[in-house]
């Protein structure tokens, strides 16, 4: 396939997981967009690096292994981070009681 | 007969449809079902490319425990249709414009880019094998790894740290 073709299915993607942080007040949602555009990136990463396989594959047959283990290392990364996030979004409906990141606002204070 | 522009067609409109159903559904437990769809979507685009062990990873670790976990604390915190707090129609629609803004900048910047006649390898090649990512893993790539196990360890404390009940609060409360 063109690479354009995942190129803006990516960009699509990413577009959609931003409009969903800017748009919603429910903090889990908010954090399941940011999901949503770590794994539009993962996608590109993916398609990128067979991109550059086909290309340089009579020079060197493993050329292209490091984008997918980036890949992965963003797929470790994001399951730490959701750990600790779903933590922290539990710590705040246990003392106010809701998930609106209106009220956070009080942080300035 | 060529089947794979089909699929590849048929995965893009499905992860594009169940985005948007995510965004805009006002029941928080949809959001996470169509969400899981999504990373289906995307775990299918995996395959297409022969990234086999990603698919199977995204499959595992996303569809599987993170939206698990996402899916107990709703339902832990019983979010739902009528808890939903709604920004405002003009805020929603500042935001819809500027996602869109980002999304016209981007196609725009990038449609005469030099890599237009490049392909993507589908559906052939060894790189997304177990077996050549995971020799990669551990020659090359060994030092990363043990760190992020130390990353995890961190993150499992930090949970656990953060979701620990203060002594002294539950004495006031």
């Known amino acids: ?109 | 007969m060529n089947i794979t522009p089909y699929i590849f067609w048929f995965l893009s409109v499905m992860a594009l449809f169940s985005a948007l159903m995510m965004v805009t559904s006002r029941n928080p437990v949809y959001s996470v079902l169509w969400l899981i769809s999504t990373f289906f979507a995307i775990s299918g685009h995996y395959i297409l490319l022969n990234a086999q062990f990603l698919a199977v990873v995204n499959i595992i670790v996303y569809a599987g425990a993170i939206m698990v976990l996402f899916l107990f604390v709703i339902m832990l915190m019983n979010l739902n249709r009528e808890t939903e707090p709604q920004k405002n129609r003009w805020l929603k629609l500042i935001g819809a414009l500027a996602g869109g803004c980002l999304l016209l900048v981007m196609v725009a910047a990038l449609k005469d880019a030099e890599l237009q006649s490049q392909q993507a390898m589908v559906g052939t090649g060894s790189i997304g094998l177990i077996k050549v990512l995971g020799k990669e893993l551990f020659t090359r790539y060994v030092v990363p790894f043990e760190i992020s196990s130390l990353l995890f360890l961190s993150a499992m404390v930090g949970a656990a740290v953060i979701g620990k009940k203060e002594p002294a609060q539950t004495l006031k409360s």
């Open chain 1, 1 to 109: 396939m063109p690479i354009n073709y995942y190129l803006f299915l990516s960009l699509a993607l990413f577009s959609i997981g931003m409009v969903g942080v800017l748009t919603r007040r429910n903090a889990i949602i908010i954090f399941m967009c940011i999901e949503l555009m770590l794994n539009a990136v993962n996608l590109l990463l993916v398609a990128f690096s067979k991109m550059h396989h086909l290309k340089n594959l009579a020079i060197d047959p493993m050329v292209g292994v490091d984008g997918q283990l980036f890949v992965f290392f963003i797929m470790v990364v994001a399951a730490a981070e959701v750990s600790v996030g779903l933590a922290i979004i539990v710590m705040m409906y246990r003392n106010v009681h809701s998930v609106d990141i209106q009220f956070l606002n009080r942080l300035k204070h």
